[in-house]
Antibody
Framework: EVQLVQSGAEVKKPGESLKISCKGSGYSFTSYWIGWVRQMPGKGLEWMGIIYPGDSDTRYSPSFQGQVTISADKSISTAYLQWSSLKASDTAMYYC?????????WGQGTLVTVSS | DIVMTQTPLSSPVTLGQPASISCRSSQSLVHSDGNTYLSWLQQRPGQPPRLLIYKISNRFSGVPDRFSGSGAGTDFTLKISRVEAEDVGVYYCMQATHPALTFGGGTKVEIK
């Protein structure tokens, strides 16, 4: 069974750093892209970027380029999304999803709350 | 970036009746390999999105056959033949033909 399990909810202050994770199982982790999607409170889905764990090829949405870093550790089948300095506007639910030609399996989401 | 425009924003439907959602892209979604990477996702309240339809009209594993997708080029449609209570949620189209993946704004399906 394909599963993507994300790390738990986070509460951070503005200016703090954060790295959230997404662990894949039940399939060949290095053979599919993993994407990250933001959903701000009460809003729609926004594609942030995508990584191919097989060779770490990474693509970013222009809207998120320079704002976040996507990485992966194929030895533990885990992808990451990180911020170096959080802002209040980063408060959102973040989903990872497996991608080949479409996002077919999704993680349960990680809620990130940034508040002073 | 490709803009995906969904209509309507909201669709109140009577149980057992059909529902239809439209998605229009700002450019053709036909890839150079001949495929059209247009998919539909369902997000029930409090849940992560779930893939329903991929490459315009292919139902994903476990998706009931009351869901169907159609269209070509820049115009696509998701149809629910008979809406059930469990179909309440927000539906998104998404394109993966062009390098910057984009989602439609979402259509909320609710029961009248």
């Amino acid at each position: 069974e394909v599963q993507l399990v994300q790390s738990g909810a986070e509460v951070k202050k503005p200016g703090e750093s954060l790295k959230i994770s997404c662990k894949g199982s039940g399939y060949s982790f290095t053979s599919y892209w993993i994407g990250w999607v933001r959903q701000m409170p009460g809003k729609g889905l926004e594609w942030m970027g995508i990584i191919y764990p097989g060779d770490s090829d990474t693509r970013y949405s222009p809207s998120f380029q320079g704002q976040v870093t996507i990485s992966a550790d194929k030895s533990i089948s885990t992808a990451y999304l990180q911020w170096s300095s959080l802002k209040a506007s980063d408060t959102a639910m973040y989903y990872c999803a497996r991608h080949l030609d479409e996002f077919d399996y999704w993680g349960q989401g990680t809620l990130v709350t940034v508040s002073s | 970036d490709i803009v995906m425009t969904q209509t309507p924003l909201s669709s109140p439907v009577t149980l057992g009746q059909p529902a239809s959602i439209s998605c229009r892209s700002s450019q053709s979604l036909v890839h150079s390999d001949g495929n059209t990477y247009l998919s539909w996702l369902q997000q029930r309240p409090g849940q992560p999105p779930r893939l329903l339809i991929y490459k315009i009209s292919n139902r994903f594993s476990g998706v009931p056959d009351r869901f169907s997708g159609s269209g070509a080029g820049t115009d696509f449609t998701l149809k629910i033949s008979r809406v059930e209570a469990e179909d309440v949620g927000v539906y998104y189209c998404m394109q993966a033909t062009h390098p910057a993946l984009t989602f439609g704004g979402g259509t909320k399906v609710e029961i009248k």
